[in-house]
């Protein structure tokens, strides 16, 4: 009994210490079992995150392509309108008091681009 210390004490502290040696790799074990299916769990939830955003910014950029297509000057022009460009200038018209009798105008069309002369007007360009 030199620390204080008899032999039942040390007897009793070998076991526990023994029993705690014997359990502590299963409980390490098992940790990291834990610790590995948490792992996988958070990938998993990453991975759905990143797709939820994938899912969300294509639909946006569908949203964005579809109003940049209505916007298209193109697109004005397939659905029936035309620009009508006073020339040698190439000004475009949007009043009838930018033009004169006999002025050259150029029409584009989507199909393609008409060149003619004003030959009269209707309306005061109000």
């Given at each position: 009994?030199r620390?204080?210390?008899s032999?039942?004490?040390?007897a ?8 705690s040696?014997r359990?502590?790799?299963?409980r ?14 958070l990938i ?6 990143i797709?939820?955003l ?7 950029n569908?949203v ?5 297509k ?13 620009i009508?460009?006073?020339l040698?200038?190439?000004s ?7 033009v004169d009798?006999?002025?050259?105008v150029?029409i584009?069309?989507?199909s ?15």
């Open positions: 009994m620390y204080g210390f032999r039942a004490d040390i009793v502290n070998l076991m526990r210490l023994s029993r040696v359990s502590s790799p299963i390490i074990q098992e940790n990291i079992s834990d610790s590995k299916q948490k792992h996988k769990q998993l939830n990453m991975l759905k995150s797709l939820l994938i899912r969300n910014n294509k639909w946006k569908e964005l392509v579809s109003r940049l209505a916007l298209n000057p193109m697109a004005v022009l397939d659905r029936g309108y035309s009508t460009r006073k040698p200038q190439r475009i018209i949007m009043d009838t008091r930018q009798i006999n002025d050259q150029e584009t069309l989507a393609g681009t008409l060149t003619g002369r004003i030959e009269g007007k209707d309306g005061d360009g109000a």
